[in-house]
Every structure is written in C-alpha cells, then in structure tokens.
C-alpha cells in the first residue's frame, strides 16, 4: 500500500507543560523522556539518574495527555516501584498513581486471575510461597521408591532449589546438579521424576508458585493470540527497569506485551548485569536492539555519585570488556584523590588498616552507615569481622550470615569448646545432634551423662553407646576430645584436628556443604594467631561492647553501623567511602567462575559495580599472602597471591591509583 502524506496547513498550539523538563533533566535524560512512540534502549551508567529519568517520563507522559492506566511500569520490588509513583505524583498529580506499576510477579497474577481459566485454572488458585512448596516437595519426596537405603537423598529446600533454578535459568536439572550439588548427580532422574510429580500436583491442588506466575502468564501471553493482542492494547505504553536483570521469560513477556505497539522502553546497564544465579540473562539487553526495527538507543553517561577520579579509574575497567554498549562515565563533582591501592602483608594486616581508617574517616565527619567494605563471597570477612568486633566497632553484614552466626561455625565452635571444657552441656547438645541417628531427646540424656564426673567421656564408649547405628561415630569422637583435651598442642593444630573430624558431619547435616567448606578453612587460620584455645575461643563468641568507644561526640552510636557487604547485595546502594577487599585472582574473579569466558566478563562487570559504589574515597586491597586451597585442611599453608587479573587489565592503572605502602610502628 502506497503511503501519501497529507501536510499540515494550520498551527498546533504548544503544549503548555506543569513541569519544564528541560530545566530538569540533562541531554540524554530529556532524549529518553520526550521519546514516546516506538523502541528504547536506554543504558543508564551507574549513579546516572536512572530513576529520575522513570520518573520524568511517567510524567511527561500522563502531560500528553496519556491515560495513566495505559502506562505499565514493570520492577523487581513491589517498593520501588511505589516509590516511582510516589516522586511522579509529587511531581505532577495523583493520576501518576493511576499508573499500573509493580513487580513481574504482580502483574503476571492479575492477568492470570483474569484469564487463568484459558490455562485449566479457577480465578480462586493459590499462590504458595518458598516454604509450602517446599513441604508439598517433601510429601512428593517421601512417596518416591528406588533410592537406595545407604545413599541421603537431599533435603526438600535443596530439591525446590533446584527445580526452581531450572525453570529460571533453562538449564537441565543434570546440569545444575553437576555445578552445585555434584553429590547428588546421581539422583538426576529423581529430580526430573520430582519435577514432574510436583507441577501436576500443584495443577491438582489448583495452587501456583513464584516460577508458575511467570510460566503461565508466558504461555497466556504465546499460545493465545487474540488475548495477547487484547493486553497489548491494555498496555500502550511499557517501562521495564532493570532490564539486564531479567530472565528469559521476563524479557519474552515484556517483549509479547509490546508486540501491537512497539511501545516499549527497556532501562538497565549491561555493565551491571551480575545475577546469572539467579536467571538473569545477560543477552536480553545485549539483544534487545535486534527484536525491534529502529529502535532507539540512549546512554546516560553523566554520573551524580562519584568523584571524576573515580570513574575514570571504573571506565577502563569496563573498557576491558568483550562485549559491552560503549559509554564513558564523567561527573562534575571535584576532587582530586584517586583510587587508592595497597598491598597488605595478609588478610590480618587488611583488617587492621581498615578498622584504623575507619577510624580517621569517622573522626573526619564520616559516620560508620556510609562507609563500607564489599567481597566477592561471605567468607572473605570473616578475619575482618574479628577484629572489628575487638576494636568495637558496630557493623552490619549483607550477603549471608556473620561469620560468628553460621549454623556450621557454631558447629565447629561446639567442638572446640567441648575440648577446651568436657563439662560444657550446651555444647555437648549441639554437637551430638549433628550425629545421624540422635534426636534430642538421646541428645540431651547423652549430654547430662557426659558432664557427670563419675561418667564424662567414657559414656560416649559405653557397652550400650557402641551397639548403637551411632556409635563408632561417638567412638571416633571420643578418641578426637580425649587426645585433644589439656594437649599442649598450638591452637592452630587442634583447629585442624576438629575441622577433620567435623568435615564429614558438615557434609551429612549441609546439602550445600561446598560453599560452607571454606568458613572452616577460616576458622582454622584464625586459631593461629593464638596462643590458647581459650582465647581463640573468648575472641570469637564475646560479643562487641554494647557503647562503641568509637569517638566522644554526642552521637548515639548505636544507631551508626559499618557495613560490610557482599557485592552482589551491594548493587543500587552508595557509600562515601568504600573498602574492596581480597582482590586476589581466584577470590574476584572467584576461582569457581573461571569455566567460561562469559563467566570470567560477569565477574569483571561485579569488579565494576563494588567500586562504582563509592563516591569520594575508593581503597583497593590485595593482600600479599592467602591462604592456598592446594594445601586442604593444614593451616600453614600459605602462598603468595597473584592480583587480580581485572587489575592488570587497567590501561595505565598506576597513574589512576595512588598507591600506598603501610608500616607498622
């Protein structure tokens, strides 16, 4: 069909807008604002206003006279997008709460609330959470014939995990378990006989969980041509953020939504694409561009967090990447420190600079909630936790447990301390629970008999102990305390000793015993720097000082906590002043990531994300020592490290840091 275009021969008046949008957003913010019709990308750098610019175009919007129920705006929390409806209103009126705005989850379960009947389910079905799907597995799990009585088959929490991991990721449950759960390969066809069992079941039961939601409002949107136009039209104008942290079938129904208007604006950041865990799909804003023709691509590249320092240093680090949208990152914040780079003798002199500087900056003005230390994984704090808790400070962990709270640490720590103190009862409970075959209330007789002067240890070797399924574990765990207590031996080689001989209970008790494995490591090395099991022991269980001695001025204190964060937990937050820790080649990039080189570019673009957090002082710390992993279980077995491999990709990294040397006195 020929197309004729009929020119104008009269004036529009112009729009009169409540807000002057060009007083308020810069070049590329206005750009991606005033867009309205058709495909974008926008590629928001970090601290570029990404929100602001959300914000200012659910305005600009509803100013064009827009209905605000034409307007989607999808997020990853139910708060942030509440939070953008919130600022749009005071921004302009209430009807920028008319918008319909909120998580995939959400949006998935109103539509299939409307149209679930098309898929076999009533309006009425269920929604269950992490824990009911959890039991409903265990039921399914308990019924399942041909496991074999001498092999454990995994706990219900590792079995959803799975199954939830491979409907979010694509991957095939072999695959998962061969990654992550390697001791339970063989029950491959277990899980996809779960699997199956678990989603008629749930079909039966008429309930869905969090994967369902996604699942079936994908298959609403694809195998039902007429509705799928019907919520297209619903939906005229779509925002999704975060666009490099969907999955698969995030993206594919955010692109089925668009698909009678093109009306679709996609905002994220390839370079903080970090969450392949969890699903998220690098390649759904990389390819973004190729599902729409002329679709348009912003970049906003003038960052308002960090100093122009700063990001020079971050900009040659993503310039390292393989693939990646091309920005360069400024900022009109002066200042004239660089990134800061030392290299301490060993994790203990890391920890002892950082709790000295935080110290200094706190005296400076700088209160504790805005500083913040960032790892790779958990474990790589827990020599700093240590010495925070001796120098009173107060902080806060992200990313997993405090080292001291872990379920397994508490274990090992029952162990040492029933060798340090026979007649410790509470100990003796936890450790003896951890048996196979010993429930409380064996556990609690077990340990009042132990604490007994007549009995002691000789109750763990009795007559009857022994005929026991239990008792040659509560023999060889006789032979471990009775040679360990009152030895004269260093603290470190007791650690040793009791790691051993837990190893085999972490791996009984922790399907996800693997990732806890190294916390032991830990434990053992701290013992090393002690001369007696008691004080190792007082050390680590004394909790820190309820008033903080941290300065004398009037502030309340407890109110001020360090933070201490992995990355990943660290992503969307900013701190005045930011600790990078452990920046060894096999802790970041983590030496469990080095399989693939997308894995290796994911790991560069988590490099970039923890030192984009800071915004006035950044210190990078790569202490000169580790402890080697080649070594297992032997606490002396250290080895010089090799810096981080992202590191020496910097261009000119020595005229982008400062480099300082440190010297005890």
Request: proline share 3%.
């Amino acid at each position: 069909m020929k197309e004729y275009v009929l020119h104008s021969t009269t004036e529009h008046p112009a729009r009169k807008f409540t807000i002057n949008y060009q007083t308020e957003l810069n070049e590329a913010q206005l750009k991606a604002v005033q867009s309205i019709y058709g495909p974008q990308l926008v590629i928001a750098g970090a601290g570029s206003g990404k929100t602001r610019t959300l914000i200012y175009r659910v305005a600009y919007l509803i100013e064009h006279d827009i209905r605000p129920e034409a307007i989607l705006l999808l997020t990853f929390t139910k708060k942030a997008a509440q939070e953008m409806m919130r600022r749009a209103s005071a921004l302009l009126d209430e009807r920028c709460s008319r918008i319909r705005g909120g998580t995939f989850h959400a949006f998935a379960n109103l539509t299939l609330r409307r149209y679930g009947a098309l898929l076999g389910y009533n309006m009425n079905f269920t929604i269950i959470d992490r824990s009911d799907a959890e039991d409903m597995i265990d039921l399914l799990r308990s019924e399942l014939g041909g496991i074999a009585k001498d092999k454990r088959f995994p706990k219900k929490a590792t079995i959803h995990e799975v199954i939830s991991k491979a409907v979010n990721t694509g991957r095939s449950h072999e695959q998962i378990l061969s990654d992550e759960y390697p001791q339970f390969l063989c029950f491959a066809d277990k899980f996809q006989e779960l699997a199956a069992k678990f989603q008629q079941d749930k079909i039966r039961r008429s309930v869905m969980d969090y994967d369902d939601l996604l699942v079936n409002h994908k298959r609403l949107l694809s195998e039902h041509p007429e509705l799928r136009r019907k919520l297209s039209l619903e939906s005229e104008f779509i925002m999704i953020d975060e666009f490099q942290d969907t999955n698969k079938i995030q993206a594919e129904i955010g692109l089925l939504l668009a698909s009678e208007h093109k009306n679709i604006l996609a905002v994220g950041d390839d370079s903080q694409s970090i969450y392949s865990f969890r699903g998220a799909e690098f390649r759904n804003i990389m390819d973004f561009p190729n599902y729409f023709e002329n679709c348009a691509i912003t970049t906003l590249e003038q960052n308002y967090r960090s100093t122009q320092p700063i990001l020079e240093f971050t900009n040659k680090i993503i310039e390292s990447a393989k693939e990646k949208y091309s920005k360069v990152l400024f900022s009109d914040i002066p200042a004239s420190n660089r990134p800061v780079f030392l290299r301490p003798q060993s994790f203990y002199e890391q920890a002892d600079f950082i709790c000295q500087r935080v110290l200094e900056l706190r005296e400076d003005g700088v209160v504790l909630d805005d500083m913040a230390v960032l790892f790779r994984a958990g474990w790589h704090s827990n020599e700093l936790e240590v010495a925070l808790n001796s120098a009173n400070i107060p902080f806060v962990k992200f990313g997993g447990l405090k080292f001291i709270e872990s379920a397994h640490v508490k274990d090992s720590l029952a162990l040492l301390r029933v060798i340090q103190n026979p007649h410790d009862g509470i100990a003796w409970y936890r450790l003896l629970l951890l048996h196979e075959g010993i429930g409380p209330k064996t556990a609690r007789t077990l340990a009042e008999r132990i604490v007994q002067p007549e009995q002691g240890l000789g109750t763990l070797i009795d007559a009857q102990i022994v005929k026991k399924s239990y008792g040659e574990a509560l023999g060889s765990l006789h032979k471990l305390v009775d040679s360990l207590c009152g030895s004269s031996l260093a603290p470190s080689d007791i650690a040793e000793e009791a790691m051993q001989y837990y190893r085999k209970l972490l791996s009984e008790n922790y399907d996800d015993y693997r990732k806890r494995e190294d916390d032991l490591v830990s434990l053992a090395r701290m013992a090393g720097r002690y001369s007696s099991l008691k004080d190792f022991l007082d050390d680590l269980t004394l909790a820190p000082l309820e008033h903080s001695q941290v300065g004398a001025e009037s502030t309340d204190l407890d109110e001020e906590k360090f933070v201490l964060s992995t990355i990943h937990s660290a992503k969307g937050l900013e701190w005045h002043s930011v600790f990078l820790i452990s920046l060894i080649d096999g802790f970041l990039p983590s030496a469990k990531s080095l399989r693939t080189p997308a894995e290796i570019e994911e790991e560069r673009r988590l490099f970039y994300v923890a030192c984009t957090r800071a915004k006035r002082n950044l210190y990078l710390l790569c202490p000169e020592l580790h402890y080697s992993r080649s070594y297992s279980w032997s606490t002396d077995g250290f080895a010089f490290s090799e810096p981080s491999r992202f590191l020496r990709d910097v261009e000119s990294f020595e005229d982008l840091v400062e480099q300082w040397s440190l010297t005890s006195i």
